[in-house]
Every structure is written in C-alpha cells, then in structure tokens.
C-alpha cells in the first residue's frame, strides 16, 4: 500500500450522524423520495444541494457537474446551450443520469433516462433568469429534462452496509425494491 492509500483510507468517510432509510416504508413515486431527501440537504444548509453530476454517453461516458433547475411531470431539468458539448452529445445519445451526493447526510440518489429538449418559453425563461442576462434573448439556450427510467437511493452507513432503493419504469408506475442490475 502507497502512502497515499494509507491517508486516503484514513480520511473520515461519513459524518457521525446519518438518518435510516427503511426500504419497506419508501414510497411509491421516487421522486417523492427524491424531493424529501434534497428539502432535508437544503435545511440542513449544504452548500449546493442542488449540484449533481450529470453524465452523457454520446463519446463514452462524460461527465460534468451542473445545476438542477426544477423537477416537473416532464422530468429533471438542467440548461445548457445546444451547441456545447453535452448539448451535441445529447443530440447525438438522448440517453443521459444524474448523480446527486450529500456529504452531510451520506445520501445519494443516482437517476437515468432518456433527455428531450422543452419548448423555447421554458428554455428563454431559464435563460433570462440566469445572473448574466443583458436584455437579449439567447436561441442557443436550451432547458433540457431527464425523463427517468430507473432510480437508486443510497443511504450509507458506517459499517459500509449501505441501504439501496431501486426503482425501475415499468409501463406508466414504478417497481421498486432492492437494486436489481437493470435499475443499476
């Protein structure tokens, strides 16, 4: 072992304390799930709970972090121009996930699907809300939605135990349970 694997693995891993997560009382809906655990990261004032990795599989797997901007019936919303990398990458795979991570809680939600591109009324209101907006409409900006296939909840544990919640679309509901391979 180097000695970097040695203070790497003598780093803290989770805080000391982290809620249960009982997979016999999740719900039904996983965003319901989702919504509950990041209104506990935003309470428990971490710092951008609302970051998440979001990964595209157009030229292998990339990944970069961006902001989510709302979760509608229409799926996880981000914004990007259409012409940036994971806007081309998204054009080329429509296939994309999302990994949300909270230290404070040692929780993580991972989530795939499918992406489309919203209508220019949600993707030019976006754009006029960001910090840099000078006045001009922007027709490169694009709001996109993930419209998952599959979920997983992650709720660590310090024996390294760690409870998995899988969710998996099937038809217009969701099944859910342990992590199976296909929601994972």
Do not use: C
Not at 130 to 136: A, N
Not at 162 to 179: F, M, S
Request: aromatic residues 8%; proline residues 8%.
């Amino acid at each position: 072992m180097t000695d970097l694997a040695a203070r790497l693995r003598r780093l803290p891993a989770f805080p000391a304390d982290m809620p249960d997560l009982d997979p016999s009382a999740a719900p039904d809906e996983p965003a319901d799930l989702f919504l509950s655990w990041l209104e506990d990261a935003i309470a428990s004032g971490a710092r951008q709970p609302h970051a998440m990795t979001f990964q595209t599989n157009a030229e292998g797997p990339v990944g970069r972090t961006l902001i989510l901007k709302d979760l509608d019936d229409r799926g996880l919303h981000v914004s990007t121009h259409r012409t940036s990398r994971k806007g081309q990458q998204l054009a080329v795979d429509p296939r994309a996930a999302m990994t949300f991570f909270w230290r404070e809680s040692g929780r993580q939600v991972q989530v795939g699907g499918h992406v489309i591109g919203l209508d220019e009324e949600t993707s030019q209101a976006d754009w006029r809300a960001r910090p840099s907006y000078t006045g001009e409409p922007n027709p490169d900006w694009q709001v996109y939605a993930l419209q998952p296939h599959w979920w997983e909840f992650t709720q660590s544990r310090h024996d390294r135990r760690h409870v998995r919640i899988g969710y998996l679309r099937e038809g217009t509901g969701w099944v859910h349970g342990p992590v199976t391979t296909a929601a994972g």
